[in-house]
């Protein structure tokens, strides 16, 4: 007997006059906007210039949302590509839902090393200073499976089951109403994930890219278990879905790389704008020409030492050999 469940939206897409507004592509906007806000106040705080972030932005983006793509569409291509797929069309349409993290992340750093190389900055210290904000990012984009009724569990009678509407029930559910809301349960960890990432780096003063190590390793060990609930369709290897091995093995990377980190690179960079590599530069450049200038600069006159000698010298009388009383 089911006492209380939570609600599903009945639709995921409004209209503003002609204009139809989808909630999914709209909770990813605000994921994105939140993150590049918190990304840019820490990355000032932590000595960057402001607005480099947003520049940043501008290229992973755009990356991150092709690479989610393209991984969800290869990771089940047989929902698009099968005997009974829907086709190319439905792999282009990003707004009826699909995004794999992993693609998202892996491609969207191509694009943040791209656009730190442009900015004329350092890639470890962007990544510690958006890692927060994308956990973030993540905790509200998970909102849109919940507007698509997507992503859930297995049958649950607890008084947080999310209803489904029998049309997305999968074959072989469909008399169950009320299932695992997994989208809110990742919601909520990777809010934890986000508060952790702040505390850890104001208290250990976490350096070289081991902010965004840790939110990789969290963002894992989370996804092990809430992956292991859901009962939509997923390729397996050796019994265990596609997305639990590649938690497993990313995260255990993400630990290898903070254990080895911490002990050849302790502490916090110092971040170096392109003003102050500038500037560094200027004065470097100026001190080499005062030491050349030293160096050239000829000498003034005898030192003490020879003119003493010099006036010994002339102050002797001249020689008296051979005179003659």
Known sequence: MILASLPSPPQGVGNLGPIPIRAYAFVIIIGIIVAVWLGNRRYVE?????????????WA???GIVGGRLYHVLSDWQLYFGDQGAGLAAALRIWDGGLGIWGAVTVGALGAWIGARRAGVALPPVGDAIAPGIALAQAIGRWGNWFNQ????????LPWGLQIDTV??????????????TFLYESAWMVGV??????????FKMGHGRVFALYVLLYCTGRVWIESLRIDSANTVLGL?????????????????????????????????????????????????????????PAEGPSAGQADASAEDDAQPPSTAGSQP
Do not use: C, K
């Open 150 to 157: 997507e992503l859930f569990g297995a049958p649950t009678t």
């Open 61 to 63: 983006v755009p990356f």
């Open 46 to 58: 932590r000595g960057g210039a402001p607005g480099t972030i947003t520049d940043i932005a501008i």
């Open 241 to 297: 879905r596609l997305n639990i091995w590649t938690s497993i093995i990313v995260g255990l990377g993400a630990l290898a790389y903070l254990v080895i980190s911490s002990r050849l690179r302790p502490g916090r960079e110092q971040i170096q704008t392109s003003e102050s590599a500038e500037a560094q530069g200027s004065a470097q450049s100026q001190g080499s020409a005062e030491s050349r200038e030293s160096a050239d600069m």
């Open 194 to 203: 986000a508060l952790v990432l702040i505390w850890a780096d104001r208290r």
């Open 168 to 181: 997305h029930r999968p074959a072989g559910y469909e008399s169950f109403e009320t299932f695992h809301p």
